[in-house]
């Protein structure tokens, strides 16, 4: 079983910066792809980005490209997601997620690809 943790969530303006954080546990944290989803009220769950087991791989949804990065430690079992330039339609609960799997260099930004999820942090952006 694996457990994800996310915290950094809060209230930001627009134009601020948040830093999430996943933490990992009950697996070796270099044995998944991972990603991170959102979830706006009245919205269905959305890819945000996504990072392979050897970080060599990311990918990101067209409307945070450029402005968020993903990145991940696994001596640390933590992924990261950093986002800047942040926007009112940005806010929303940010759920990471995790996929087993043996390809070093996979990632995916299908929602029903991962195995494990997170229990969500809310992000909020308004002035």
């Known amino acids: 079983q694996v457990q994800l943790v996310e915290s950094g969530g809060g209230l930001v303006q627009p134009g601020g910066s948040l830093r999430l954080s996943c933490a990992t546990s009950g697996r070796t944290a270099s044995t998944y792809a991972m990603g991170w989803f959102r979830q706006a009220p009245g919205k269905e769950r959305e890819f945000v980005a996504a990072i392979s087991r050897n970080s060599v791989g990311t990918y990101y949804a067209d409307l945070v490209k450029g402005r968020f990065a993903i990145s991940r430690d696994n001596a640390k079992n933590t992924v990261w997601m950093q986002m800047n330039s942040l926007k009112p339609e940005d806010t929303a609960v940010y759920y990471c997620?995790?996929?087993?799997?043996?390809?070093?260099?996979?990632?995916?930004?299908?929602?029903?690809?991962?195995?494990?999820w997170g229990q969500g942090t809310q992000v909020t952006v308004s002035s």
């Open positions: 997620a995790a996929k087993i799997t043996f390809n070093s260099g996979y990632y995916t930004s299908e929602r029903q690809s991962y195995d494990y």
